[in-house]
């Protein structure tokens, strides 16, 4: 029997099953479609898929394919899903209850709902709200066996990435963005000299009252009807995609700084840089070693931290804390260095690690701090602002030469899969 018969003949075969009270009830009779693995493919899990594609297509007023070709497609997909949520299984993914709220809340958001609105949404479309949480976290665990089989198949070197920084396409992924405020002063194009030297008089004076601490946007408002001035917000560009009165100037501009007035022949202009990206980037950055000690079977969580403090107490007493990392800590990539983490940068660790970082001053080492990891006790050897231009633009580049490899090799991944899989289709 072919799967288009299947599926007719799942959703119309039916047997009786006779209660004690000799009440008949009917239950549907459900098959098999395809064996993947250690998993199975049911005919209603089939069904209900091809149902619900169906619908999608055609609310978005898509054409919908001949039946076969969508039962096909459609099968074809649940094998492959089914491939990577065992791979998932195997190699122990899980999504927390915490991570599966999130990302609903933001599917929430994105559809400018708060989350009971949402649930509401989804009964009203006679959606289950239960089942939507659980295909959220099967796509979830789908997405990370992805990345991390994808992304260890995708190599980008230092001469990929300095070829591409020498292209046209380079240039322009990697130029600086300018957020830009614009006010216009119209000057009639026949205006006599006295008119222009007037209207050019009030916009300094307007220029100085910015330049004096005054809003941007509140002086531009306040001009009054005999100099009143039009514009807006120009959004964000790139040098080049800037009017060519600008293009000049913005890129001299520092964020909060306003331009001198700008003749053309429309009037006088004043541009505001609201914010700039991509330009130069100068980071903080601190020093810092720690000592990770984590709780177990065998050491309770209030054991650990006694251990952290007595340790710290030690450290502060005069042994060298690099060598109590090497004895004590267990963090497998820190402990053979002493506990020597390098220069870091905000957004690198935990929050609970960096606001302890933060808090402590050069020399010193911190109480015992808790993450998700165990307790760490931080010693912070310095802090230092870093040039980052030149890495955040290769980064940049890379992150875009990884993204535009990536769909091809998760491709080829998936084809692997398939191939390596063992699938019965009944």
């Known amino acids: 029997m072919n799967i288009k018969a299947l599926l007719a003949a799942a959703s119309l075969a039916a047997s009786i099953v006779f209660t004690p009270g000799l009440q008949a009830e009917t239950e549907l009779v459900d098959q098999v479609v395809a064996i993947v693995d250690d998993d199975v493919i049911m005919a209603s899990e089939l069904r209900e898929r091809v149902a619900a594609l169906t619908e999608t297509l055609k609310s978005r007023g898509m054409e919908v394919p001949p039946e076969d070709t969508l ?57 289950s709200y239960p089942e939507m949480r659980e295909q959220v976290r099967r796509e979830m665990i789908i997405q990370r066996v992805q990345a991390g089989n994808v992304n260890q198949r995708i190599q980008i070197t230092p001469k990929e990435i300095d070829n591409f920084l020498a292209t046209e396409d380079g240039k322009k992924l990697t130029q600086p963005e300018y957020h830009l405020l614009h006010a216009l002063l119209p000057v009639a194009p026949d205006a006599s000299p006295e008119q222009q030297a007037a209207a050019k008089a009030h916009v300094e004076q307007l220029l100085s009252r910015i330049r004096g601490g005054q809003s941007f946007e509140e002086v531009v408002r306040s001009s009054d009807s005999t100099y009143r001035m039009s514009g807006g917000d120009i959004g964000w560009r790139k040098a080049e995609d800037l009017p060519s009165l600008f293009s000049d100037i913005a890129p001299s501009l520092p964020k909060g700084a306003t331009s001198d007035p700008i003749r053309s022949d429309s009037g006088f202009h004043l541009i505001f840089m609201e914010d700039v990206r991509g330009a130069e980037q100068i980071v903080a950055q601190t020093q810092v070693r720690h000592i990770l000690i984590k709780p177990s079977e065998i050491l309770t969580d209030d054991q650990a931290r006694e251990l952290a403090l007595s340790l710290r107490a030690r450290a502060e007493a005069g042994e060298d804390f690099g060598a109590l990392a090497r004895k004590y800590s267990e963090d497998i990539g820190s402990a053979q260095e002493g506990g020597e983490l390098g220069w870091t940068m905000s957004g690198q660790m935990v929050p609970e690690f960096e606001q302890a970082m933060k808090a402590t001053a050069v020399g010193e080492i911190s109480q015992p701090v808790r993450t998700q990891f165990g307790w760490h006790i931080l010693l912070v050897e310095g802090r230092r602002d870093q040039d980052m231009t030149s890495e955040a633009i290769r980064n940049k580049a890379g992150e875009y030469l990884h993204n535009r490899k990536y769909q091809e090799e998760l491709d080829a991944w998936l084809q692997q899969i398939r191939d390596e899989a063992f699938v019965d289709i009944k």
Do not use: C, H, P, Y
């Open 71 to 127: 039962i096909r497609e459609t099968l074809n997909r649940l094998i492959l899903e089914s491939i990577q949520l065992q791979k998932g299984t195997r190699v122990g993914v899980r999504i927390s209850d915490a991570q599966l709220n999130g990302a609903i809340q933001n599917i929430a958001a994105q559809n400018r709902m708060t989350l009971e609105q949402f649930i509401a949404a989804l009964e009203q479309q006679g959606q």
